[in-house]
Nanobody, 127 residues
Framework: QVSLVESGGGLVQAGGSLRLSCAASGRSFSMYRMGWFRQAVGKEREFVSGISRSDGSTIYYSDSVKGRFTISRDNAKNTVYLQMNSLKPEDTAVYYC???????????????????WGQGTQVTVSS
């Protein structure tokens, strides 16, 4: 069992940056693969980025954020981060952190493959 709490969301102008954090409580955080998803108003939840468990050596990004967002994890702090640069209005959404201890896969983009979810944090990018 793991609980996830996201933070770091807010209002930013286009071209700006934000760093989201997802703090996990529970045991064995390093054994969980992690993911970031987002959901805009009126749209389905979509994959943003994922990182493998342990050393996080396997990372995926959606095409829409590749080159602008960076995911990382700090197992000593039980935290996964999403650094978001060059933000665009279309990045506006509620961002969710997700975790799952099952492998394979090393990294998942399907939200159905994540058992634990945070409550979300709002990111709004103004033009």
């Amino acid at each position: 069992q793991v609980s996830l709490v996201e933070s770091g969301g807010g209002l930013v102008q286009a071209g700006g940056s934000l760093r989201l954090s997802c703090a996990a409580s529970g045991r064995s955080f390093s054994m969980y693969r992690m993911g970031w998803f987002r959901q805009a108003v009126g749209k389905e939840r979509e994959f943003v980025s994922g990182i493998s468990r342990s050393d996080g050596s396997t990372i995926y990004y959606s095409d829409s954020v590749k080159g602008r967002f960076t995911i990382s994890r700090d197992n000593a702090k039980n935290t996964v981060y999403l650094q978001m640069n060059s933000l665009k209005p279309e990045d506006t959404a509620v961002y969710y952190c997700a975790a799952d201890g099952r492998t394979p896969p090393l990294v998942a983009s399907d939200p159905n493959l994540f058992r634990y979810w945070g409550q979300g944090t709002q990111v709004t990018v103004s033009s």
